[in-house]
């Protein structure tokens, strides 16, 4: 079809191109900031989980990153990486691990503009994103006004694929019809979203740390058990990403090019680094400094890509379940590869309900995601009205229902990078300058009053008015 072959076009060669070359500029202009100060960003993150702060803001700063890492992990990790895999070989991790480390300056650097450009809804709550920093910073009300558009648009096919994943991997672990799971989601999340973000960040903050840990712990029993096979795996990521690797079982081979093409598209897809979607759930964090919240971007990628896609990864090459699954039903590799150390029943049951609970936490955020937009082009009602077309899409998803609309999800997501990365790349001088303050200030302990504005919570000066859309 014409949409997914313009889609592939795009992912596989435009938009890998801007966010590689993005990341690696943005990396190089705060002078590798992500690797210099990685031990200050553990240490002001899981050091700081208990931390309770009294600053502007509406949720905490761990809750901000519990919300927004919700929206990534889960059935990417899971299942992404052994597509990935299949298809580009055990190369493909290596470039999973490379998009991560420079995407980690992405995701950090839109952080730092949607905190720096937030503000306060006329519902109480603070409130930010690309669409804010692309308005005040830019002045480019028209391409604000796309961005929101074409974000809340993409998520209802976004919430129809998570709800058919969960509804059908239900459906194959414990028989229950798709119809009945599809209900059972949709009251669930609507229990979520309802309460705002508030509420979303109360549950993340507890559901997304322990799934995340329970996957690690269970992931790693198959490691141990398969300890001796680990030296050849990493051999085979190492060598395999430069060099092509033949066929073998149900492993139809790969070039190097299909190893960095599903390796670089998985790891953009997996962390969003550069989508946009992070700095709607940190910009109601509760901070004193741009830059302290937005180290929770570079973690959350560590956390996603480095970490969660890692074990899968190693899981299933280290059981042998890239070789023993066919290349088409390469999402169920992780099934095998839990089922070789736990039993089979287990492996399918396991992952149903671990993907159950992430995708649950997933689609509450993607509807608070899309409210937001709604809420800056057309006010608080029609965001209302959007988000029970959100909770609607759950149930019809799940059922396989309009699974044409499905089809336009990467086409429209590829046009929402766009419209964020352009304006982020635009804007690195106050990323840098906003950095450098960080830097001399706190974490030198300099003190002092910045020499920059680092809020900017009223519109800038000549952007008052968004778009003809606005409220």
């Known amino acids: 079809m014409w949409v997914a072959s313009i889609s592939d076009f795009l992912w596989t060669y435009l938009l890998s191109i801007i966010l590689i070359t993005g990341g690696i500029f943005l990396t190089v202009r705060l002078k590798f900031f992500q690797f210099r100060f990685f031990g200050h ?78 503000e306060v809804s006329k519902d109480g709550t603070w409130v930010g994103g690309p669409q804010y920093y692309i308005r005040k910073a830019l002045g480019w009300n028209k391409v604000a006004a796309l961005f929101a558009f074409s974000l809340m648009i993409v998520i209802i096919p976004s919430i129809m694929v998570q709800s058919n994943s969960i509804s059908t991997q239900v459906e194959g672990a414990f028989g229950w019809s798709t119809s009945i799971s599809g209900i059972a989601i949709t009251i669930m999340v609507a229990l979520i979203v309802l309460g705002g973000i508030k509420r979303i960040g109360k549950v993340t903050d507890k559901v997304v740390p322990f799934m995340v840990l329970t996957y690690i712990l269970v992931c790693s029993i198959i490691l141990i058990v398969n300890v001796t096979e680990l030296p050849n795996v990493f051999s085979l990521i190492f060598v395999h990403a430069f060099t092509p690797i033949s066929a073998a079982g149900g492993f139809a081979g790969a ?41 929770w971007g570079i973690f959350s990628v560590f956390v996603d890509t ?14 042998g379940a890239w070789l023993d699954v066919d290349v088409n039903d390469a999402s169920n590799m992780i ?67 309009l699974q044409f609309v499905w089809q336009f999800l990467d086409l429209i997501l590829a046009f929402v990078v766009f419209f964020n990365i352009i304006p982020v790349l635009f804007l690195h001088k106050e990323i840098r300058a906003i950095t450098e303050d960080y830097i001399e200030r706190i974490y030198k302990g300099k003190g002092g009053d910045p020499k920059i504005t680092l809020f900017v919570e009223k519109p800038a000066k000549g952007t008052e008015k968004k778009a003809s859309s606005d409220r």
């Open 306 to 319: 480095i970490i969660l896609c890692t074990f899968s990864g190693l899981a299933v090459l280290s059981t």
């Open 41 to 118: 960003v553990l240490k002001q993150t899981i050091g700081q989980i208990f931390k309770k702060p009294d600053e502007k803001g509406t949720i905490t700063p761990f809750q901000a990153f519990t919300s927004a890492l919700a929206s990534t992990a889960g059935a990417t990790n899971i299942v992404g990486v052994p597509v990935a895999i299949a298809l580009g070989g055990p190369g493909a991790l290596f470039w999973m691990w490379m998009v991560a480390l420079i995407g980690m300056a992405t995701k950090y650097s839109e952080i730092v503009l949607g905190l720096k450009y937030r």
């Open 255 to 295: 070039g190097i090019a299909q190893a960095l093409r599903w390796g670089l598209a998985r790891g953009l897809y997996s962390n969003e680094a550069g989508l946009g979607t992070a700095p709607i759930a940190h910009s109601a964090a509760q901070t004193d400094h741009p830059s302290r919240q937005s180290l």
């Open 335 to 401: 099934n095998v590869a839990v089922g070789s150390v736990f039993g089979d029943a287990f492996g399918g049951s396991f992952i149903a309900v671990f993907l159950l609970f992430f995708v649950l936490t997933t689609i509450g955020v993607l509807v608070f995601y899309g409210e937001k937009q709604a809420e800056y082009l057309y006010g608080l009602k029609a965001a209302k009205m959007m988000r029970f077309v959100y909770i609607g899409a759950i149930y019809l998803g799940a059922i396989g229902g």
